[in-house]
Nanobody, 119 residues
Framework: QVQLVESGGGLVQAGGSLRLSCAAS????????MGWYRQAPGKQRELVAT??????NYVDSVKGRFTISRDYAKNTVYLQMNSLKPEDTAVYYC??????????????WGKGTLVTVSS
């Protein structure tokens, strides 16, 4: 069993900051890509940022404001969100490609954490 548990969401005023965390636990042999996605009310889930050992990737709308980072020893990914805007309001989901012992890589999702940015 593998679990992804997010934390750090909440209510913040426009221009403020939040830091999301996501810890992976369970039967983990290795982790490839980790990332954050978000889904605003009435919209499809979209990629926010991903990170591997080689690079990071951001959706254009968050470049220069959000920073993704990773603690490989703790199997944890972070999303530092600065200069938040009301349009950043969404449920943020953690995603990871995880290989368990004796299995191929699989995609895992957290349950999501709500970020609300007030104007």
């Amino acid at each position: 069993q593998v679990q992804l548990v997010e934390s750090g969401g909440g209510l913040v005023q426009a221009g403020g900051s939040l830091r999301l965390s996501c810890a992976a636990s369970g039967n983990i042999f290795s982790i490839n890509t980790m990332g954050w996605y978000r889904q605003a009310p009435g919209k499809q889930r979209e990629l926010v940022a991903t990170i591997t050992r080689a690079n990071t990737n951001y959706v254009d709308s968050v470049k220069g404001r959000f920073t993704i980072s990773r603690d490989y020893a703790k199997n944890t990914v972070y999303l530092q969100m600065n200069s938040l805007k009301p349009e950043d309001t969404a449920v943020y989901y953690c995603n990871a490609e995880i290989r368990s012992i004796g299995r191929a890589y699989m995609d895992y999702w957290g349950k999501g954490t709500l970020v609300t940015v007030s104007s």
